[in-house]
């Protein structure tokens, strides 16, 4: 794991602000994943971050019935048994930070806030791994083992990008004002480049 970040020492709404800024940019992966494969509803997805943005929004917070997010969530969560191609991980990565999310509202002492920028970091994490696989394949001689050393993952752009953006996105939150100006600042930043946090161009 390449990132390492202190979330032990923001409040809860901090904490939930950050993971939801992330899930901002790992949803679009399951919007994709869902296209492709004629699963899930992205939907579903995307109103229950909504969900979770107005509930961070202290001037008109709402009330989030947690078990039935939950059970709704899970109909959405794919099995990546049942796929042969690549987008079923960075899609199931969505929707189990997502679930951590919940969880982790639903009760802040067994909280698992961590996971969630575990598992972004592990989508772009795994993408790369295959990229470079894919690179040297192409290239190697036939018959020749392909070896990824964990520095050439931590130093692809996708990976520095995701480490940067984490770093920023805890820099920014750790000194906001819980506030919807947070909110809305927190989702302009993980989304100025209009990409997922695995490169995908993001759909509105």
């Not at 996105?169 to 997922?196: P, Y």
Request: net charge negative; aromatic share 10%; proline share 4%.
């Amino acid at each position: 794991m390449a990132i390492h970040l202190p979330l032990k020492n923001l409040s809860q709404w901090q904490k939930v602000a950050f993971c939801a800024a992330l899930l901002e940019r790992m949803l679009p992966n399951y919007q994709m994943f869902a296209e492709h494969a004629d699963f899930g509803d992205y939907k579903v997805l995307r109103n229950q971050l909504d969900l979770i943005w107005q509930w961070l929004d202290k001037d008109s917070r709402c009330k989030i019935n947690y078990d039935a997010q939950i059970v709704k969530l899970e109909e959405q969560v794919p099995n990546p048994d049942e796929f042969d191609f690549f987008g079923v991980f960075p899609a199931l990565d969505g929707a189990m930070a997502l679930m951590s999310l919940f969880q982790s509202i639903q009760d802040p002492q067994n909280s698992s806030f961590e996971n969630i920028g575990k598992l972004s970091e592990n989508s772009v994490s795994y993408y790369v791994e295959l990229s470079l696989a894919q690179e040297i394949d192409a290239e190697a001689p036939e018959g020749d083992e392909i070896i990824i050393v964990p520095e050439q993952i931590t130093e692809h752009p996708l990976m520095q990008w995701e480490i940067a953006t984490q770093h920023e996105l805890f820099d920014f939150i750790k000194t906001a004002s819980e506030n919807k100006t947070s909110c809305i600042r927190a989702k302009a930043l993980v989304l100025e480049e209009g990409l997922s946090n695995l490169g995908i161009e993001i759909n509105h």
